[in-house]
């Protein structure tokens, strides 16, 4: 006799941190938490970039876009404020879907506010994720 798993509260998440330690822990929570069904994991905001290019394009199905995106703010080569402001540009027709929630170490008051200026921004997060944060959400 098997035990059925309850349904997740969301089908697809997206981890987009340069720091693998926080994305396992991140990781680790979420599937503790039934939080999702699925989640990608992107150490590069150009790979995560990319991926969900191909959303855009390929009209895959809905379930399978993310529909929260926990998203770093400090990391090279492209920060989170970048991230978003690329995503929106390049990807209109997912961009709407899908909830962003800044994941941050930072505790700068300014990355705050200038984090809920953006467009499709949900919430403002200091890591690591907690049950209590998923709870919220």
């Given at each position: 006799?098997?035990?059925?798993k ?5 089908a697809?998440?997206?981890?987009i941190d340069?720091s693998?330690i926080?994305?396992f822990?991140?990781?680790k929570m979420?599937e503790g ?5 699925r989640?990608?994991?992107h150490?590069?905001s150009?790979s995560?970039?990319?991926f969900l290019?191909?959303?855009?394009r390929a009209h895959l199905?809905?379930e399978l876009?993310p529909?929260?995106?926990?998203l770093?703010?400090?990391m090279?080569?492209m920060?989170g404020?970048q991230?978003?402001?690329e995503?929106?540009k390049?990807c ?10 800044f994941?941050t ?11 809920m200026?953006v467009?499709?921004v949900?919430s403002f997060?200091?890591?690591p994720?907690s ?7």
């Amino acid at each position: 006799m098997s035990v059925k798993k309850p349904k997740a509260k969301y089908a697809t998440v997206m981890l987009i941190d340069d720091s693998e330690i926080d994305n396992f822990i991140n990781q680790k929570m979420v599937e503790g938490c039934n939080f999702a069904d699925r989640i990608y994991v992107h150490t590069s905001s150009k790979s995560a970039l990319e991926f969900l290019a191909n959303f855009e394009r390929a009209h895959l199905p809905e379930e399978l876009i993310p529909e929260i995106l926990f998203l770093d703010i400090n990391m090279p080569i492209m920060d989170g404020f970048q991230f978003a402001e690329e995503f929106q540009k390049s990807c209109p027709r997912i961009y709407d879907k899908i909830k962003i929630v800044f994941l941050t170490s930072s505790l700068n008051p300014v990355d705050q506010k200038r984090a809920m200026l953006v467009r499709g921004v949900y919430s403002f997060l200091n890591k690591p994720l907690s049950k209590d944060h998923l709870d919220k959400l």
